[in-house]
């Protein structure tokens, strides 16, 4: 085995802490690395980016699922709303400009996290908890939507649903979270056995930021119980709205170069 990539290892701890006690998908952090830090094309950078997420979110969606702070009904609801949403898009990976559909996403979780930052400022959270599953029905569009975007650009699923849940449901701001992360978590197997058998996936890396990941997806889920909602929520919306910028970078330098 090459240790070429040890230093994934670290990284990967910090960022799956970062991503399962904020509420949104490591991936995101992952890609941009892959893509523009070890230089890795884009299509394997991304399924390379969320077969590593897949690891460290369900490491913390076992640990928030230990904590019972999931709305189940909801969250397996919402899984099986985006699957058709994954199917496309991981087709939709594979024969649409990769920047195109970043350029899009990120227009898209900028507003979701100025929204989202708005309401942290303002100290606007969800207050509920255990909601019926009748809920879902005026949101039946985001899920399939999150689906589509995760699996062509390595995010979308938890930076959608998680607002969705909150503010749309009114959820509990860490409820909303590790909902979300279990969403998140059971959508990105389909996608990485999609990734798998296209043989998008880098396991050279993988190996080191996998098992990193398992130890940061325990660690998140633990802190956050003891991190103020408003904290918690400007971390998410400060992430994704750094990732927004990223991908409407890309985007620009797309239209520009075209």
Do not use: C
């Amino acid at each position: 085995m090459s240790f070429e990539y040890w230093y994934m290892f670290p990284v990967a701890i910090v960022i799956a802490i970062l991503a399962n006690s904020s509420g949104f998908s490591g991936g995101v952090l992952f890609q941009p690395i892959y893509n523009l830090i070890l230089h890795i094309p884009i299509q394997n950078a991304v399924a390379t980016g969320i077969a590593t997420e897949t690891i460290g979110m369900t490491s913390g969606a076992l640990r928030y699922l230990w904590y019972r702070m999931v709305e189940l009904p909801i969250g397996f609801t919402m899984i099986m709303l985006a699957i058709p949403g994954i199917v496309l898009g991981n087709h939709a990976l594979l024969v649409i400009d990769g920047d195109f559909l970043k350029l899009t996403l990120g227009v898209i979780i900028m507003g979701i996290a100025t929204m989202q930052l708005y309401n942290a400022l303002r100290r606007h959270f969800g207050t509920r908890e255990n909601i019926p599953i009748e809920e879902i029905y005026g949101y039946m569009w985001a899920p399939p939507i999150s689906g589509f975007f995760s699996a062509t650009t390595g995010t979308g699923i938890a930076e959608i649903s998680q607002p969705v849940l909150e503010k749309g449901m009114n959820i509990k701001t860490r409820r909303a979270n590790a909902t979300a992360i279990l969403i998140e978590a059971t959508l990105d197997w389909i996608i990485t056995i999609l990734n798998l058998h296209a043989g998008l996936i880098k396991w050279e890396i993988w190996i080191f930021a996998g098992t990193g990941v398992v130890i940061g997806g325990q660690i998140g889920p633990y802190i956050s119980r003891y991190l103020p909602e408003r904290l918690i929520k400007i971390v998410f919306s400060i992430a994704i709205f750094i990732i927004g910028v990223f991908y409407i970078f890309k985007g620009i330098m797309w239209i520009i170069s075209a």
